[in-house]
């Protein structure tokens, strides 16, 4: 997405810059970093005002995802592309603030940094780090003297009280700190030791192996078997510490994260990402199933083309065995020989199709290139029937550039697609990729026909379902092609799109109003304004905030640990941990969205002034049977206090919609079949 970005850039197309930039925002799944340096490509071309206020926008978003930190580094950032810092000055400072709303000194250190009295913005925003990096509290090491904390502090003189494990009420200039404390940021190897130490004892006897890493993760350097050693004590019986490391020592050496290297005779372990070793590379491969194996191999070609013979070899073996249990993969793998002149498959694709079909084979290949190659098989074996079989393809496929392709290969030999099209937009969740991929093509001037007046209730609607739709939607329905929609639209067919307008939890207040001022513009008579509340009691309310507070403080962050977690288990392409955990996580921000939409049309009920003259919300409704005389009773609620085992329904359950609210006493009334008269009504006590 950034390359295409620069590219846009310098061909001035600064319209679509600005709309893939907040497409970039809204997935929220790009590193600060790569806005930054789009920001710095507009600055090249002079267009400083526009890359400010693509700054502007990822700052404000990021401030209300509360990620303070990203927003801070956009804030400062922005400094670059303005001569006037006063408003940038004002939003950081309250930004800092905000994180650090539970810290007493943080107006003064705010104060003392002068970032509020116009002083150099960088060197104000230095100090205000300083003075938060030895705030009291903060965790140090000092090799001299162990772990320690701050006790106090004085940002005036620029002066830090600590006490270490070995020495109470060391005085340090933050100069002298700087060049001899090593921070323990918390959640670190260090910070867990002095604050938690049982925490990690607790790994050392269920994950020996795990804690060492830990360790090296946390310090991001080489640390010697020396200095391993040193940071066990404390958490190891001091007599138990050499036989310990040398049982973990042995282990560790073979972990592929874990590079080792020899230094004046004594072995150093770093922590690494990469997994760096050719030889853990082939042991890795030959432990994998035949995915894995396949995926190593690709990986290899790119990463180790010197092992790549040997590891095809193996591979070319595994095929031979096992094409009839995995005949997509062993396609796969067929057609990599075939890229790299390797002999040795004892198979062809007439054996791998006498176990699969060609929708199910080409849907599992894992190599796009291979996809395209099936492709050109499929036709070439199918001349009367590859049009249908490229159709369902694409009909069940989650790849947008294999629809292009497929969509290309139809056109071209005059197939039409007209139909599918229509059942995509018509049932967006059974082709939810097919229904993206035509609003991106209706974003660019194509398929203007389907987009009709019948088609939108229900493309708003599945906004909500349909994951990337809202911004292809927002940028298809453009406001001129939606006033040309509506002025030449029954009014029955306005009134459904209204209506689903106004419902809609993903589009925001600004996006549903810039339409629904053109249908009132229409169709004023539309324009009723209705209550649109959700009426409950306090009990239920409270029920309500506590199930968003705990969406908030404990199953979104629980979320991120798994997140965080599950990206250390490698490859995220192929990472079911993972993808598990970011379904999740767009589960639960939906839930939020959804809590707080609806606990703002919350009304509490009045039982102290409830119209008992007809059934309402709040009261309660006595009904006699006119074939047996039996009494039947409904309390009616709002719908988060609902109770069928005690007969209490919701105000918008159809008992209560169609058939009894505005009833009067002596009125008849059906339900399920049998006729009831309303003896009384009486109001429902909270």
Same mark, same amino acid.
């Given at each position: 997405?950034? /390359?295409?970005?620069?590219?846009?850039?310098?061909?001035?197309?600064?319209? #679509?810059?600005?709309?893939?930039?907040?497409?970039?925002?809204?997935?929220?799944?790009?590193?600060?970093?790569?806005?930054?340096?789009?920001?710095?490509?507009?600055?090249?071309?002079?267009?400083?005002?526009?890359?400010?206020?693509?700054?502007?926008?990822?700052?404000?978003?990021?401030?209300?995802?509360?990620?303070?930190?990203?927003?801070?580094?956009?804030?400062?950032?922005?400094?670059?592309?303005?001569?006037?810092?006063?408003?940038?000055?004002?939003?950081?400072? /309250?930004?800092?603030?905000?994180?650090?709303?539970?810290?007493?000194?943080?107006?003064?250190?705010? #104060?003392?940094?002068?970032?509020?009295?116009?002083?150099?913005?960088?060197?104000?925003? /230095?100090?205000?780090?300083?003075?938060?990096?030895?705030?009291?509290?903060?965790?140090?090491?000092?090799?001299?003297?162990?772990?320690?904390?701050?006790?106090?502090?004085?940002?005036?003189?620029?002066? !830090?009280?600590?006490?270490?494990?070995?020495?109470?009420?060391?005085?340090?200039?933050?100069? !002298?700190?700087?060049?001899?404390?090593?921070?323990? &940021?918390?959640?670190?190897?260090?910070?867990?030791?002095?604050?938690?130490?049982?925490?990690?004892?607790?790994?050392?006897?269920?994950?020996?192996?795990?804690? !060492?890493?830990?360790?090296?993760?946390?310090?991001?350097?080489?640390?010697?078997?020396?200095?391993?050693?040193?940071?066990?004590?404390?958490?190891?019986?001091?007599?138990?510490?050499?036989?310990?490391? #040398?049982?973990?020592?042995?282990?560790?050496?073979?972990?592929?994260?874990?590079?080792?290297?020899?230094?004046?005779?004594?072995?150093?372990?770093?922590?690494?990402?990469?997994?760096?070793?050719?030889?853990?590379?082939?042991?890795?491969?030959?432990?994998?199933?035949?995915?894995?194996?396949?995926?190593?191999?690709?990986?290899?070609?790119?990463?180790?083309?010197?092992?790549?013979? #040997?590891?095809?070899?193996?591979?070319?073996?595994?095929?031979?065995?096992?094409? &009839?249990?995995?005949?997509?993969?062993?396609?796969?793998?067929?057609?990599?020989?075939?890229?790299?002149?390797?002999?040795?498959?004892?198979?062809?694709?007439?054996?791998?199709?006498?176990?699969?079909?060609?929708?199910?084979?080409?849907?599992?290949?894992?190599?796009?290139?291979?996809?395209?190659?099936?492709?050109?098989?499929?036709?070439?074996?199918?001349?009367?029937?590859?049009?249908?079989?490229?159709?369902?393809?694409?009909? =069940?496929?989650?790849?947008?550039?294999?629809?292009?392709?497929?969509?290309?290969?139809?056109?071209?030999?005059?197939?039409? =697609?007209?139909?599918?099209?229509?059942?995509?937009?018509?049932?967006?969740?059974?082709?939810?990729?097919?229904?993206?991929?035509?609003?991106?093509?209706?974003?660019?001037?194509?398929?203007?026909?389907?987009?009709?007046?019948?088609?939108?209730?229900?493309?708003?609607?599945?906004?909500?379902?349909?994951?990337?739709?809202?911004?292809?939607?927002?940028?298809?329905?453009?406001?001129?092609?939606?006033?040309?929609?509506?002025?030449?639209?029954?009014?029955?067919?306005?009134?459904?799109?209204?209506?689903?307008?106004?419902?809609?939890?993903?589009?925001?207040?600004?996006?549903?109003?810039?339409?629904?001022?053109?249908?009132?513009?229409?169709? &004023?008579?539309?324009?009723?304004?209705?209550?649109?509340?959700?009426?409950?009691?306090?009990?239920?309310?409270?029920?309500?905030?506590?199930?968003?507070?705990?969406?908030?403080?404990?199953?979104?962050?629980?979320?991120?640990?798994?997140?965080?977690?599950?990206?250390?288990?490698?490859?995220?392409?192929?990472?079911?941990?993972?993808?598990?955990?970011?379904?999740?996580?767009?589960?639960?921000?939906?839930?939020?969205?959804?809590?707080?939409?609806?606990?703002?049309?919350?009304?509490?009920?009045?039982?102290?002034?409830?119209?008992?003259?007809?059934?309402?919300?709040?009261?309660?409704?006595?009904?006699?049977?006119?074939?047996?005389?039996?009494? =039947?009773?409904?309390?009616?609620?709002?719908?988060?206090?609902?109770?069928?085992?005690?007969?209490?329904?919701?105000?918008?359950?159809?008992?209560?919609?169609? !058939?009894?609210?505005?009833?009067?006493?002596?009125?008849?009334?059906?339900?399920?079949?049998?006729?009831?008269?309303?003896?009384?009504?009486?109001?429902?006590?909270?």
């Amino acid at each position: 997405m950034t /390359e295409k970005i620069k590219r846009l850039i310098e061909e001035r197309n600064l319209a #679509e810059v600005e709309n893939l930039w907040i497409e970039m925002v809204e997935a929220g799944d790009s590193p600060v970093q790569e806005f930054l340096s789009i920001a710095d490509e507009l600055k090249k071309i002079k267009e400083t005002k526009s890359a400010f206020m693509l700054l502007e926008i990822l700052a404000s978003h990021l401030k209300i995802q509360r990620r303070f930190d990203e927003a801070i580094e956009v804030y400062k950032h922005m400094a670059y592309f303005t001569e006037d810092d006063r408003l940038l000055r004002k939003a950081i400072v /309250e930004l800092y603030k905000t994180k650090y709303n539970d810290n007493p000194r943080i107006e003064r250190f705010i #104060e003392l940094s002068g970032i509020e009295k116009g002083e150099h913005i960088f060197k104000s925003l /230095e100090r205000l780090e300083e003075f938060l990096k030895y705030d009291i509290g903060r965790v140090f090491y000092f090799e001299k003297f162990g772990l320690g904390e701050v006790v106090s502090m004085n940002p005036e003189r620029r002066e !830090v009280v600590l006490d270490f494990q070995k020495q109470k009420g060391y005085f340090a200039k933050f100069e !002298v700190a700087q060049g001899l404390l090593k921070p323990a &940021p918390e959640g670190t190897f260090l910070f867990k030791k002095y604050k938690n130490i049982e925490e990690l004892k607790k790994l050392a006897e269920e994950d020996p192996v795990g804690l !060492v890493i830990f360790m090296l993760k946390s310090y991001q350097e080489p640390l010697g078997s020396g200095d391993i050693k040193k940071h066990l004590t404390g958490i190891i019986d001091e007599g138990e510490i050499d036989r310990y490391w #040398e049982k973990v020592r042995k282990k560790l050496e073979k972990n592929e994260c874990v590079k080792v290297e020899s230094r004046k005779g004594q072995k150093i372990y770093q922590y690494i990402t990469d997994g760096n070793k050719k030889e853990s590379f082939i042991v890795s491969f030959q432990k994998g199933d035949i995915d894995e194996k396949y995926l190593y191999a690709e990986r290899c070609a790119k990463e180790y083309p010197e092992l790549l013979n #040997e590891i095809i070899n193996l591979l070319i073996s595994t095929a031979n065995e096992e094409y &009839p249990r995995h005949p997509a993969r062993c396609l796969d793998i067929y057609y990599l020989c075939e890229e790299y002149g390797k002999t040795g498959i004892s198979y062809t694709i007439d054996d791998i199709l006498k176990y699969e079909t060609y929708e199910n084979l080409l849907l599992n290949l894992k190599n796009y290139e291979h996809k395209k190659k099936f492709l050109q098989e499929i036709k070439k074996r199918e001349p009367q029937n590859w049009q249908r079989i490229f159709q369902q393809i694409m009909a =069940l496929t989650d790849e947008t550039k294999l629809i292009e392709k497929i969509e290309e290969e139809l056109i071209v030999s005059g197939y039409s =697609l007209d139909e599918f099209y229509k059942s995509a937009l018509s049932m967006p969740q059974k082709y939810p990729c097919v229904f993206v991929y035509i609003l991106k093509k209706l974003t660019g001037g194509f398929l203007k026909e389907f987009l009709e007046p019948r088609y939108l209730p229900r493309l708003i609607n599945n906004l909500e379902y349909i994951k990337n739709a809202k911004p292809n939607f927002l940028k298809a329905l453009t406001l001129e092609r939606f006033d040309s929609i509506i002025k030449n639209t029954e009014i029955t067919e306005v009134a459904r799109i209204r209506e689903a307008l106004v419902k809609s939890t993903v589009l925001k207040g600004y996006e549903k109003g810039d339409y629904l001022r053109i249908i009132d513009y229409y169709f &004023p008579d539309l324009n009723e304004k209705k209550e649109d509340y959700i009426y409950t009691t306090a009990e239920a309310l409270e029920r309500k905030k506590k199930e968003l507070e705990h969406l908030l403080t404990v199953e979104i962050p629980e979320n991120k640990k798994e997140i965080s977690r599950a990206r250390e288990y490698g490859d995220l392409s192929e990472n079911f941990e993972y993808k598990a955990a970011k379904e999740k996580q767009d589960q639960l921000y939906q839930k939020v969205r959804m809590l707080e939409s609806e606990l703002r049309r919350a009304k509490l009920i009045d039982f102290s002034n409830i119209d008992t003259s007809r059934v309402g919300v709040g009261t309660k409704v006595i009904l006699k049977s006119l074939q047996d005389d039996s009494i =039947l009773e409904y309390v009616i609620l709002g719908p988060w206090d609902a109770d069928l085992a005690k007969n209490i329904i919701s105000c918008e359950s159809p008992i209560a919609r169609d !058939v009894l609210l505005g009833k009067k006493p002596g009125e008849t009334v059906s339900i399920d079949g049998k006729g009831y008269q309303i003896v009384k009504i009486e109001t429902a006590r909270n």
